[in-house]
């Protein structure tokens, strides 16, 4: 039998959080909970989710759950499902907050990572949406957290494919959030300028001038003040003079000047602040030119 049918208990409400192991998604746990929210956490390393589960439990008195799960497949979306019916939970707030972030050249980057950011930034954010809006819809109450970018409101040479999923992500977030509109539901997204966290030096840029020259964010005053308007149910969220000059003012700059100004401050550099130039190519043509 499915485990909630064997409970007589009603399912309890919780906040779903992917990608809370670390950076943002783990100062976002520590605010819903502080905040009295039962959690399920999520991400791929499980014995970084036990020890988060354990220390935000022990700080904020909450009951707080995890699953293991790899979001770039279908399976692992399945998982989050199941943990929320093991443990007697429904979604009542879902934040999308898992991503992968690759830079440099397009045609250096592996094949599968950049598949990989498709599939966490943008598939799996539809796939758990589409898995628990009909309920939140069904109750008039709750809602989704959708963590995007600043880099979502331009093209960004050298972070092509990220910049092109937290775009799509702030494009289907309004759109999602004018439908649900008078159901009760909030349909939300944030979108941070560069916070203190890992992802940069996991992607290589940790050189680039974006990280050295935009004042950065500390993820606990991003993790605050996205709860916050959340819970207002702000569509866009921007935390941050700069963060809100940047999403507004690259409506009014023309391409012509704004790419090669992103593609300034986002090119990979070397510890040394010497740019990372493309690596020749081959022609395929030639590849065997000689051979014989
Ligand atoms: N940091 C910034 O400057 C910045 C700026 C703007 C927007 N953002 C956005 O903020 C969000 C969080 O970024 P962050 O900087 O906090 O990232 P982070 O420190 O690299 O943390 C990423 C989290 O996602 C999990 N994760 C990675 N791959 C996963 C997968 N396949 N399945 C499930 N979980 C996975 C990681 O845990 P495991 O490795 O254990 O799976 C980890 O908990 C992202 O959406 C990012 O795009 C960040």
Request: proline share 6%; hydrophobic share 45%.
């Amino acid at each position: 039998m499915h485990p909630v049918q064997e409970s007589r208990e009603p399912p309890k409400p919780a906040a779903v959080i992917t990608g809370a192991t670390q950076g943002i998604g783990r100062f976002l746990a520590d605010e819903f909970a502080k905040h009295g929210h039962t959690l399920l956490l999520v991400a791929r390393n499980e014995a970084h989710l036990a020890d988060a589960a354990k220390t935000v439990a022990a700080s904020y008195g909450v009951p707080v759950h995890y699953a293991a799960c790899d979001l770039t497949t279908g399976e692992g979306c399945d998982r989050v499902v199941k943990a929320l019916a093991e443990n007697g939970l429904y979604c009542e707030s879902l934040v999308n907050n898992a991503a992968v972030l690759t830079a440099g050249f397009f045609q250096e980057q592996e094949r599968e990572a950049l598949l990989s950011i498709v599939d966490l930034n943008l598939r799996a954010t539809i796939d758990l949406t589409r898995r628990f809006l009909p309920g939140m819809i069904a109750r008039g109450a709750g809602g989704v957290l959708n963590v995007s970018s600043v880099e979502g409101f331009m093209p960004v040479p050298y972070h092509a494919t990220y910049a092109a999923t937290k775009a799509a992500m702030i494009s289907w977030s309004r759109a999602l959030a004018y439908e649900v509109m008078g159901t009760g539901v909030r349909i939300c997204t944030v979108a941070p300028g560069p916070v203190v966290t890992d992802i940069h030096a996991k992607a290589g840029s940790e050189n680039s001038r974006y990280v050295r020259y935009y004042p950065q964010m500390e993820p606990d005053v991003l993790a605050e003040a996205a709860y916050r308007r959340f819970m207002r149910g702000n569509w866009v969220i921007l935390e941050g003079w700069l963060n809100k000059i940047v999403a507004i003012g690259v409506r009014f700059v023309p391409g012509f000047f704004l790419i090669p100004a992103s593609g300034w401050f986002f090119h990979v550099r070397d510890a040394d602040g010497n740019l990372v130039e493309p690596k020749p190519i081959r022609h395929p043509d030639m590849a065997d030119h000689g051979k014989e």
